[in-house]
């Protein structure tokens, strides 16, 4: 990888070495698997193979809600996938997501398991194969989806543009870091818009569009992420602030932060989750005197 700012690509791209940065050893440009390893399978009808990462986190806040709905079927296994250590290229996690990307489900509540992936077609599934949070009416259907799909095209640019370049790349580069921010900042400002308008992104339902851009963007703006907070000045948006201040004060939606989570304060991680009294387990770790 040259940093000089007098690179000039070559013709044709050769693979020489993993290019720099936090993800250089998993980094790779072919897909399929690396290594053999089954994936393991709890006794509910859903299986989630998956990290405490954004992406991640929107399916536990989706499974957290349904089960507080009183959805029994919701119930699932949630198992931790690595993606430092390169779990996601283990065969069994690829037979379900030959992308290698977390999160990826397993339904085997049908005759034959079905596979899902990637984040947005799993809460597109869970949301109609409940009947929750996915409104039935057509114009709240489809902003709802709208919302959805923005989240799914506008995220890259938040994660893999600005967060790469300004938490994660070996090199400080001084264009990509503000061409990424003044994108950023302009989504926020579209969220922030938005959300001045009505209580949530669909309008006064909650629905999976919210589960899906908190994460990211609510993320964001509470400063959980790439401690990018005061360089985007993420207190100016209101707005998105009040909408975040809502979604955290959800009982489902702080059990399904924490689910798969490996990073921050150990007493906080459920890492792996098999039932509900898992929560209650790492609290009990928490206590006093333990």
């Not at 980094?27 to 399978?41: D, M, S």
């Not at 919210?210 to 609510?218: K, L, N, Q, S």
């Not at 304060?265 to 928490?286: G, I, L």
Request: proline share 7%; charged share 20%; with cysteine.
């Amino acid at each position: 990888m040259a940093d000089s700012p007098d690179y000039t690509p070559p013709k044709v791209w050769t693979w020489v070495k993993p290019n720099g940065g936090t993800f250089a050893s998993v980094n790779r440009p072919i897909a399929g698997p690396t290594h053999e390893k089954p994936l393991p399978v709890g006794r509910h009808p859903l299986q989630l193979y998956s990290l405490g990462t954004p992406n991640g986190v929107k399916v536990t806040i989706l499974l957290e809600e349904l089960l507080a709905l009183g959805h029994a079927g919701a119930e699932y296994d949630a198992w931790l996938i690595d993606i430092g250590k390169g779990d996601q290229f283990g065969s069994g996690f690829v037979q379900i997501n030959p992308n290698s990307k977390i999160p990826a489900l397993l339904d085997r509540s049908t005759p034959k398991p079905i596979r899902v992936f990637e984040s947005g077609s799993i809460l597109l599934y869970l949301a109609e194969k409940f009947g929750a949070f996915l409104p039935q009416d057509l114009t709240a259907r489809t902003e709802t989806l709208s919302w959805l799909f923005w989240q799914m095209g506008s995220a890259p640019f938040l994660g893999g543009g600005f967060g790469h370049f300004y938490a994660y790349a070996p090199t400080k580069i001084e264009y990509a870091i503000d061409r990424y921010a003044m994108e950023v900042k302009r989504q926020l400002d579209v969220l922030d818009r938005r959300l001045s308008e009505c209580a949530y992104l669909a309008g006064d339902e909650y629905t999976i569009a919210d589960m899906a851009v908190f994460p990211w963007y609510g993320g964001l703006a509470k400063g959980w992420s790439y401690g990018a907070g005061e360089f985007l000045s993420v207190q100016d948006y209101h707005h998105v602030q009040r909408w975040a201040d809502m979604l955290l004060a959800r009982p489902a939606v702080q059990r399904g932060r924490r689910v798969n989570s490996n990073r921050g304060d150990p007493s906080e991680q459920v890492r792996e989750r098999h039932d509900a009294s898992d929560f209650d387990a790492v609290m009990a770790q928490k206590a006093p005197g333990k």
